[in-house]
């Protein structure tokens, strides 16, 4: 276990490391040669990320951002075009991969306060079929987005939405078993209205690599051929499934856990004066001037803390932060600003 201890590490809950359970999981998985299909363990996450969300098939990937690209290319041909938050993760933070690599347009919408996307506003960029316009396939929604939950109300409007339009629906649920805690829903009241999701395992879940796609079996088996042609095809990668599955048994009701966290930080701080949004699960976003920003990073960092200082500070609460860190921080800002 190589981690600078000294160190409290808010930038992300993407700098989990597997604990020594996990590890014995990795260890002792039985693993095939996933491309034949024939990596047991790989098949019985997909298979159990399937039935969790109500979806017919998984698909395993590397990466969220593989796999939101062949959920893109599969719902997707070259002309046809995706409807997506200004914010959302797979047009803002994947480097344009539908347009790189698939033909695909974006057309992007301003994101609402909640997180959400105006169906008015959506309504208003789908373009006609008329071969002046590209295409307009699909809807992306992201769940959660940037530590907002979308509402059983809205997830709810998409479906009719969506079929008036003809559109598919696609979701990145990079953390989508934070938003089924905070709201205590299933996964499956969150995703039955989706023709594709994407979970990561490597994020709260705190698996070392992985992503899981589901959706109806023919989406998946499209997304699996593309997932073979950008090099996502892995051989005994049941190592790393088993450190899903691990997850998915140890740390998905933990998740609370993080989210009460954030809350202390979020009171902590506010009643250090500073201006932090309201916490919906483990992000806290602290809005400050981009010279106060810069200033109190360094000073926090002097004192063993590392955070995100993006547009905002962002502090994100995982499995390797307990009370006694959130003590620490507090305090590292007590003397900080
Ligand atoms: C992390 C993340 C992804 C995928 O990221 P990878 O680093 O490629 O695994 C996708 N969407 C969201 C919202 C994310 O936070």
Redesign the pocket.
Known sequence: MTTAKALIDLRSD?VTLPCEGMRNAMRQAILGDDVYGEDPTVRELEETLAAMTGKEAGLFLP???QS?LCALLAHCERGDEYIAGQAA??YRYEGGGAAVLGGIQPQPVENSQDGSLDLNLVASVVKPLDFHFARTKLLCL?NTMQGRVLSLSYLQSLKPFAQSHGLQLHL?G??LFNAAIACGASLAELTHMFDSVSI?L??GLGAPAG?VLVGHSSVIATARRWRKVLGGGMRQSGVLAAAGLYALRHNVDRLAEDHARARTLADGLRALGLAVEPVQTNMVHVNCSAFDLSRLSGRLLERGVMMNPASRLRLVTHLGIDDEAVEKVLLAFQSSI
């Open positions: 993407t990466t969220g951002t939101n993760h797979l992201e990145d990079a953390r990561c490597s994020k992503s």
